[in-house]
């Protein structure tokens, strides 16, 4: 005996193909496709940090990246040691000042720069250098390798004309006041003459991060037309 079920079939309901998904979808593409630059780098940024451990995205943001921007960012030349000038006697220091007002060259403030004081070498190769003493470049050079007064011996020759091959070859021979020589490179009376082709060489050695700054003053100066012609 057989037993025939009279209860109603259900039968499931035909797929139905939504007609407007294709244009969603097309429209989707269409506002990715054309979307500006920045909602792509965001949603590739928020797609890479899914996959990426908390820990290790912490450790990249908070290190790696504030050390290459410490890296690109230029370094400035060390401050000069004659920020503060030795003390000289009141008599010498107002001789000095004198012969600086005056601003004509003195033969008093040449025969300081070989005093026994390094003090007074330092005051005198500064006022020799504030008036742009010619007469005192030879003395100056040779101060070069002084190890008190050589920096101020730099300064002064880069303010005098006919100082450029002094300082030239003081960064050349690497001469202990070579670091102090890059600077003075870039000073007003240099522009007359760039001394590019030193500078650059300048930069495998001791005095490279001076010899930078030069360069970098010299090529951003409307008058450094050596550097433009160069390139």
């Known amino acids: 005996m057989s037993w025939t079920s009279t209860a109603p079939t259900t039968r499931p309901a035909p797929f139905r193909r939504s ?104 005051r005198a ?17 040779r101060m070069l390798d002084d190890p008190e007064a050589g920096e101020m011996a730099a300064w002064a020759l880069g303010r005098i004309d006919g100082g450029r091959d002094a300082l030239i070859s003081c960064l050349a021979e690497r001469c202990p006041a070579s670091r102090a020589a890059a600077r003075p490179l870039s000073g007003p009376v240099a522009f007359k003459q760039p001394a590019m082709e030193a500078l650059i060489a300048a930069l ?5 991060d001076d010899a930078a700054f030069s360069l970098g003053v010299l090529s951003r100066n409307k008058d450094g037309k050596g550097l433009r012609q160069r390139n």
């Open 19 to 122: 007609t407007t998904a294709p244009f969603r979808r097309e429209r989707t593409c269409f506002r990715w496709r054309f979307a500006p630059a920045s909602v792509h780098r965001r949603c590739k940024a928020a797609e890479w940090a899914r996959y990426v451990s908390p820990n290790v995205y912490a450790v990249v943001t908070l290190t790696v990246v504030p050390l290459v921007l410490a890296c690109a960012r230029p370094s400035p030349p060390p401050r000069s040691r004659f920020a503060t000038l030795p003390a000289i006697s009141a008599e010498i220091a107002d001789s000095l000042q004198r012969i600086e007002l005056a601003r004509v060259p003195d033969v008093e403030a040449r025969a300081l720069l070989t005093s026994h004081d390094a003090a007074v070498r330092i």
């Open 125 to 141: 190769a500064l006022a020799v250098g504030r008036i742009g003493d010619a007469e005192a470049a030879g003395t100056l050079r």
């Open 204 to 208: 495998s050695g001791p005095a490279a």
